[in-house]
């Protein structure tokens, strides 16, 4: 899939592609830090039918609630031929005992038996995150294991 860069003097850079639809969907990153989605409109796709401006922690979930679920989807089927292994997605909320800490302090493969084998954070993955990767809130953490391994990791996570 192509994506169309095209700067905007005095303002920024639009990064865009055209979906299935035929309508384009991107981003305009503003000089000043700013971010909008944009969609363009189906009959033009040069006009634009939906403009929403994002603060960075926005762009940054929006960009994990997209990219964790691909990521997901892959896992889950390069292990469909493993009975029992089972991959998901685990937010790290800012009241976790974790938020700010690293991942070798959670103990989470010795006490539960389940990888962490990356983290999405702000649109950006971190595959294979070692034992001193910090955790912030805002994380989703790909899990694989058992499915009771990821309810007490979920747990863990929670309550720690």
Do not use: W
């Not at 994506?3 to 639809?21: E, M």
């Not at 971010?35 to 039918?49: E, H, Q, R, T, Y």
């Not at 084998?117 to 994380?139: C, E, I, K, N, Y």
């Amino acid at each position: 899939m192509n994506i169309d860069v095209t700067a905007l003097p005095g303002i920024g850079v639009r990064k865009d592609f055209q979906a299935r639809s035929g309508r384009r969907i991107g981003v305009v990153d503003h000089r000043d830090g700013g971010i909008d989605l944009i969609v363009s409109k189906l009959s033009d796709p040069d006009a634009c039918a939906a403009q929403v401006p994002l603060s960075t922690d926005e762009a940054a979930v929006l960009a994990n609630l997209l990219g964790a679920p691909q990521l997901v989807a892959q896992l889950q089927e390069d292990h469909r031929d493993l009975p029992g292994i089972t991959t998901r997605q685990i937010p790290l909320e800012a009241e976790s005992p974790y938020a700010g800490r690293t991942l070798g302090e959670t103990g989470m493969r010795t006490r539960t038996k389940v990888s962490i084998v990356a983290v999405m954070r702000g649109g950006q993955l971190h595959p294979s995150p070692g034992p001193d990767f910090p955790f912030t809130p805002g994380d989703v953490l790909v899990v694989v294991g058992t499915p009771e391994g990821l309810d007490a990791a979920a747990k863990i996570l929670v309550h720690g």
